[in-house]
């Protein structure tokens, strides 16, 4: 596992356990802390420490014991100045890289600091279920490790929230609820019946052309021009008709109705609640570039990107079509755009401006370029809270319920060792 990786699954396990104790981690924690620290406060003024240990508690589950390891840990990769008096933490003064720097640098801290046996499955457990869902006893296989430390490993797992447990076709299957919360019962039903490699096939064809129509795909498989099987096509039909979480369709008179297929999770982590509804948009908006680029009456997109980066930095398409009315009017509907006529049935592409419009422009642009989005997993309220002042904060989180902190339970040989300690 490379050093980027390893600090990604180490920040998606401490987003799962929340405020959970977990006393077989030692090191795992305290790197998945300071990734979600550094993360937050990219880019942000200095911040004050007691206003910093208020929001790291309420938003971002890092208690106030837990922040000065975590800042000595960041000050050491010089991601922050720590101004102090004495022992005493004054200020923080944030100097945090971008993200992909950012991981591999605590990767690399991460992978000299040393995991223990629990942390490291722990790790690979999460870095496999990242790609798809997977049969349990396959897994047991393929990591290759002890019976009783795998067991122990799924246990805190499903008991940290950073795994979870299905049962499909007779079959336990474990799922990564950072990447496949929405729509697991398909993902897992199709893994049941077919083995994780099909899943993560279908997956890699989506990141590698996000927002792809589903009838190309159709299409291109029908004429065996496609790397998908129909039965893996079938699970994108699936996903369509059937899922919670329903991709973009647009209608057009030209080309009917028209699914627009996305990966389940865009970027490296699990997707902050304030995110989604961005997400939400920027697929709005790769999905009427794509239209334009497969599905055209007249004109087709040949660089959606271009198209994009043209509505990121300009505010509006320069070139008024017939067909912008079908092509962009969901982006209408959320409000990400407005069509201006132009006269004799044309019309512009004109953004609305707005910071939840600027990010979906950032979002679409990385997943047309990429196929993945940086970012995702940064909650905005919590920056938005460290840019405030202290008693605004303070009044925001009064009213909260305190933490608690709640621990995994003990492994066998640590409850073991307990009892012999206590009947000594």
Known sequence: MDKKELAIRCHEIQTGLASKVVDDF???????????????????????????????SHFLNISPLALRPVLEMLAEVEFVKLATTGRTIEKVVPDVPYYESLYETIGEFAHDAGLNETEQLSVELLRRLANAPDKLDALRSKVGA??????????????????KKNRHRGKDLLVSPAYFSENAEIFADVVAKS????????LDELRNNQGIPL?????SAKRGQSSLS???????????????????????????????????TPGNGAMAG????????????????RQGQYLPRSY??????????????HGKLGRATTEAREQYKNLQHLRIARLVPAGNGYAELHVIESQENSEALDIAYQLVSSGVASGIEVDEDARCALQQEQLYIESLISS???????????????AYQLEILFNK
């Open 26 to 56: 030692d090191q795992l924690t305290l790197i998945g802390s300071a990734v979600r620290l550094a993360l937050h406060i990219q880019g942000l003024p200095t911040i004050e420490y007691e206003k910093l240990k208020l929001v790291a």
């Open 146 to 163: 002890e019976s009783q430390r795998f067991d122990r490993a799924v246990t805190l797992g499903l008991s940290g929230g950073y795994l």
């Open 215 to 219: 009838s190309v795909l159709e299409s």
């Open 300 to 313: 087709p997109v040949r660089d959606p990107a271009a198209i994009i980066g043209k509505l990121k930095h």
């Open 195 to 202: 083995g994780a490699a099909s899943v993560q096939k279908v």
């Open 274 to 289: 304030s995110k989604r509804e961005i997400y939400e948009r920027a697929m709005a908006i790769v999905a009427a570039v």
């Open 400 to 414: 909260a319920k305190l933490k608690e902190a709640t621990k995994a339970p003990l492994s066998e040989e640590h």
């Open 230 to 264: 129909m039965d893996e096509i079938a699970l994108l039909q699936r996903l369509a008709a059937d899922g919670m979480v329903r991709p973009p369709t647009i209608i057009t008179p030209h080309s009917g109705e028209n699914y627009f297929m996305f990966t389940p």
